[in-house]
Nanobody, 117 residues
């Protein structure tokens, strides 16, 4: 059974940092692209960061320069370091592992991040 488990969310004031983790079981992250997404209340889920199998990393402009995605294939874990958090970063953050070639796509259940003073 495949599971992606996110952790590290919480309540922080603006300007602080959090590091999210996504730990996988049942699959090896080494053969998956892994992305972070977020969904704020009454908004659509949006892409936050991706690390691909070959090592390409991409971010949308909204988080570029503040967020950093990294992976540790030995620990089967992907991280999202979030710095200089803003109230508009408040959302549930989800981890996704996908491999188009083998037709696999998995999501975690999310972790809540709240940025508020």
């Amino acid at each position: 059974q495949v599971q992606l488990v996110e952790s590290g969310g919480g309540l922080v004031p603006p300007g602080r940092s959090l590091r999210l983790s996504c730990a996988a079981s049942g699959i090896s992250f080494s053969i998956y692209n892994v992305g972070w997404y977020r969904q704020a209340p009454e908004k659509q889920r949006e892409w936050v960061a991706t690390t691909t199998i070959p090592g390409t990393i991409n971010y949308p402009d909204s988080v570029k320069g503040r967020f950093t995605i990294s992976r540790d294939n030995a620990k089967n874990t992907v991280y999202l370091q979030m710095n200089d958090l803003k109230p508009e970063d408040t959302a549930v953050y989800y981890c996704r592992a996908y491999n188009v070639l083998i037709g696999s796509n998995y999501w975690g259940r999310g972790t809540q991040v709240t940025v508020s003073s």
